[in-house]
């Protein structure tokens, strides 16, 4: 069964500083992996995927992703935090092998990000 | 593109009342998802259409929850006799058809039961 883990429900980071949040998933196969964005009062924007080839991935408003296939991770990064980058983030993940569509969410990991 | 739009926004009802809400997806798309969100937790997967056809459903969707997408473009989603436990954030997303697409999100229609 797919399963994903956001191990912290909570990351303090200060303005500047890098961030990371964490994401560490569990599928029988090979994994699509996302990570989605949740601002007050709005819906989930897309910030990034890993489908296949490099493990970099890089997305939206600076944020970029590695896949670790051996640690089964996908975190989430970004070099330089802002204020507004504070919003609930979430991992999510497909099965490939299974050929569906049916997309876990982990439980999502609140950024506060201080000025 | 004016994105996903989900109808109503929130929705009081009494237990055992029945309920409607609507989602209509971005124009292009024809694929259509529906998810239920509780306080503190990431969306669950309820339902998939790729146009009319529903082709995916959770275990989570019971007897009471039946969706449809007659013409494979809006989509409603019913619950009928609810319960309390029903009460969630209900998120519709949307996505083109390709290899691994990206989901679009609506605002979801909020739902408490009394």
């Known amino acids: 069964a797919q399963s994903v883990a956001q191990p912290e429900d909570q990351v303090n980071v200060a303005e500047g500083n890098p961030l990371t949040v964490k994401c560490t998933y569990s599928v029988s196969g090979n994994p699509y992996l996302f990570w989605y964005v949740q601002y007050p009062n709005r819906g989930l924007q897309f910030l990034l995927k890993y489908i296949t080839g490099d493990n970099l991935v890089k997305g939206s408003y600076g944020f970029e992703a590695e896949f670790n296939k051996s640690q089964t991770s996908f975190h989430l990064k970004k070099p330089s935090a802002l204020v507004s980058d504070s919003a609930l983030y979430f991992c999510a993940v497909r099965d490939k092998g299974t050929g569906g569509f049916k997309t876990i969410f982990g439980a999502g990991t609140r950024l506060f990000v201080k000025a | 593109d004016t994105g996903v739009s989900q109808n109503p926004r929130h929705k009081i009802t009494k237990r055992g009342q029945n309920v409607t809400f609507r989602c209509d997806p971005i124009s292009e798309h024809n694929r259509l998802y529906w998810y239920r969100q509780t306080l503190g937790q990431g969306p669950e997967f309820l339902t998939y259409?790729?146009?009319?056809?529903?082709?995916?459903k959770s275990r989570l969707l019971s007897d009471r929850f039946s969706a449809e997408r007659p013409k494979g473009s809006f989509s409603t989603l019913e619950i009928q006799r609810t319960e309390q436990g029903d009460s969630a954030m209900y998120l519709c997303?949307?996505?083109?058809?390709?290899?691994?697409?990206?989901?679009?999100f609506g605002p979801g229609t909020r739902l408490l039961v009394l």
């Open positions: 259409f790729q146009n009319e056809a529903q082709l995916e």
């Open positions: 997303a949307s996505s083109s058809e390709g290899t691994v697409e990206t989901q679009y």
